[in-house]
């Protein structure tokens, strides 16, 4: 078998021999009725002096092609189609935490994953609670560090919403971190991303530390619901 790696400039072959300078081999066979990705990991599997065709490995293509897509899904994302909203006098800080979420490390293709708090102070719309936990899912289903997860969640929220000011703060677990290198799989890390109000209001960045550390605790003692709506004043 010849080398994985080919000159980037090779011949492009059958549409897809060639993908982003990595040839396949001439007399690699391709079925342009399944998702390219399962070529891709078939010859993943042969370079790693696996037998593809194994009793183990049989529909492992199919699934990984089925991670990846899933773990990409939010490329196409839309905010404006997420977060529907409602008109409201309201101006009180609310807060939607402990989002579950996992993400793709674009540096390894490793998973992270953790939870994620936000919270805005309304200007005369207010969000739809499934809708935060949403964006924030769809948002994360890309190939994004956590640093700009965290940023792209708030200007979404900004943009679309308009609210006097936001807060994103994201907690999580790096597999790219536990799995390889130092393989610590106790840290943690925390991005926090602010807007308006929150970049020059310090009390209202302590009221968001205080709901995120503490609200969460009481409403989860009252619901089963992994993310909970939390206010200064609770309103329908």
């Known amino acids: 078998m010849t080398s994985a790696l080919s000159d980037p400039a090779s011949e492009h072959r059958n549409g897809r021999h060639t993908v982003v300078g990595y040839s396949f081999p001439t007399d690699w066979a391709l079925n342009e ?6 070529d891709i990991v078939t010859k993943l599997l042969i370079e ?30 839309k905010p404006e189609q ?8 309201k101006q009180d800080l609310i807060a939607v935490t402990d989002i579950e979420f996992q993400a793709l490390c674009p540096h390894h293709l490793l ?10 102070v309304p200007d005369g719309k207010v969000v739809g609670i499934s809708k935060i936990p ?6 994360a289903a890309r190939l994004v560090i956590q640093e700009d997860l965290a940023a792209d969640i708030a200007d979404a929220l900004m943009a679309v919403v308009q609210p006097k000011g936001c807060a994103v703060k994201i907690s999580g677990r790096h597999d790219c971190v536990a799995t390889r290198g130092v393989k610590d799989a106790s840290s943690r890390m925390t991005v926090v991303a602010f807007r308006g109000l929150f970049e020059t209001d310090p009390l ?15 409403c989860q003692s009252e619901h089963s619901e992994p993310a909970e709506m ?7």
Do not use: N, W
């Not at 009725?33 to 399962?38: K, N, Y």
């Open 204 to 218: 209202l960045v302590v009221e968001f530390h205080q709901m995120t550390a503490d609200c969460l605790r009481t």
């Open 111 to 120: 998973v992270y994953s953790g939870r994620a708090h936000v919270a805005y």
């Open 134 to 139: 949403r964006l924030v899912q769809t948002l």
């Open 230 to 236: 939390c206010s200064t004043e609770r309103y329908q």
């Open 48 to 77: 790693l002096g696996v037998d593809p065709s194994g009793r183990h490995f049989e529909q492992t293509p199919a699934r990984m092609a089925r991670f990846y897509r899933e773990f990409t899904r939010g490329y196409d994302a």
């Open 82 to 89: 997420i977060l529907k909203t409602f008109a409201s006098s």
């Open 33 to 38: 009725s399944v998702d390219p990705l399962e």
